[in-house]
């Protein structure tokens, strides 16, 4: 049997259920993976709560990033076989897969081998944030060509911002984090940011400014949205780039047309899957920088807390709290691959 996390209707992580259904066959083009390790992202949390970019299909499954070992192939599947360890890459649709369960049905360009230097960890937990991270700081905010950059990263102690920290200091930026308050600054500090400002203690403007000699910072990458796009165009140099790739703020984001004309800035929102996934020549660029980043030691996961499958309530209840440092993995999946 299979055990699949499912949910019926929308709402926060009580409408989640375990399910047990038959092992799924593949269709064509289709893998079935047996799960080893799932990285739980906030688009999970978005999704079954009814925010996310598309509505369920009911009984609608769980879960965006995995990794583990291959199950069953349909016929017309070539690349892959049976025994071989994958992870499962965020660029399928969620309203038909779910990678949250002993056994995952997935398409087969969702999967890469697993890098030589990864752990099924690894595998389940890297790829969304720095997939996120290099194509908001450097395909769109062009990290690469910015002499002596400050970018400035929001919600910094996530996975994504964690990754971000990573990413801009590999490319020689001064990295100013942000965070609600100062519990996280140390953390943050330790973690390689430069600078760290508390957005609900500090004058978040007002710190950039100083951080920067009155110039600005050169690249945002945001996860909040809202009100806090216009204190970030207040506090840009010209023709900064302020990448938005979330909305924890949950509050509509005016353009603020005029100020950024004046300052001749690029605002722009970023989703992997269209951005990146989609365009193999990006993709293969983003996944060579990634795993040469952990061959090097550059790039360090930070797993916040690990769940057993039996505990999955609890790993997103705690995903809710949104009050993380890193990543959070749900591991101990029974399945009989090895």
Known sequence: MNRKIVFHETGNSQVL???EEKIPVPGQG???VAMKAVGLNRADNLFHNGFYLVTPHFPSSLGIEGAGVVHDTAKDVTEFRKGEVVS???NFDLRNYGVLGDYALVPAGSLMKLPDNFSMVDGASVWMPYFTAYAGLVLKGDLKRRKAPFVVISAASSSVGLAAIQVAKRYHATVIATTRTSDKKSFLLENGADYVIAT?????GEEIMKITNNRGFDIALDAVAGSFVNQLVM??????SIVIYGA???????????QATAKGLNISSL?????LLKHPPRLEEAKNDIISGF????YNQKIDKSFSFENFREAFEYLEKGDLKGKIIIENFQTSEH
Do not use: R
Request: hydrophobic residues 45%; aromatic residues 2%.
């Open 200 to 204: 609900a203690e500090e004058n978040l």
């Open 30 to 32: 289709e893998v079935v």
């Open 248 to 258: 924890l703020s949950l509050e509509e984001t005016p353009y603020p047309l005029l």
């Open 88 to 90: 499962i890459l965020p």
């Open 271 to 275: 989703h992997v899957d269209v951005n």
């Open 295 to 298: 061959g090097e030691g550059i």
């Open 235 to 240: 506090a840009a140099a010209p023709e900064a």
């Open 17 to 19: 259920k375990l399910s």
